[in-house]
């Protein structure tokens, strides 16, 4: 079992930076492939981005290329999610989640999930 506990999330302004946090706690926290997703009102959760065990590939959607960037500390076991130039189509739930594949770049790969962080971006 891993257990993930996000952190960071907080109301921004327009072109405002967040780095939201994911603690993990379980077993060999290197052999899971990690990523975030997000989930606005009224919409489904949509992959952010991924990393795989051992940081060395990265993976984004293409509506946050260039702005955002995830990476994980193995020996802290946690994954980050620096997020700059934020825009208010970036308001959603964040969640961190965690899969046995190393490339984890959509919902149905997660075996395990975060609780969530609010992220609202005002204009």
């Known amino acids: 079992q891993v257990q993930l506990v996000e952190s960071g999330g907080g109301l921004v302004q327009t072109g405002d930076s967040l780095r939201l946090s994911c603690a993990a706690s379980?077993?060999?926290?290197?052999?899971?492939?990690l990523g975030w997703f997000r989930q606005a009102p009224g919409k489904e959760r949509e992959f952010v981005a991924g990393?795989?065990?051992?940081?060395?590939?990265?993976y984004y959607a293409d509506s946050v290329k260039g702005r955002f960037t995830i990476s994980r500390d193995n020996a802290k076991n946690t994954v980050y999610l620096q997020m700059n130039s934020l825009k208010p189509a970036d308001t959603a739930v964040y969640y961190c989640?965690?899969?046995?594949?190393?490339?984890?770049?959509?919902?149905?790969?997660?075996?395990?999930w975060g609780q969530g962080t609010q992220v609202t971006v005002s204009s």
């Open positions: 989640a965690a899969a046995w594949s190393s490339k984890l770049i959509s919902s149905t790969q997660a075996d395990y």
């Open positions: 379980g077993r060999a926290f290197n052999t899971y492939g």
């Open positions: 990393i795989s065990w051992t940081g060395g590939s990265t």
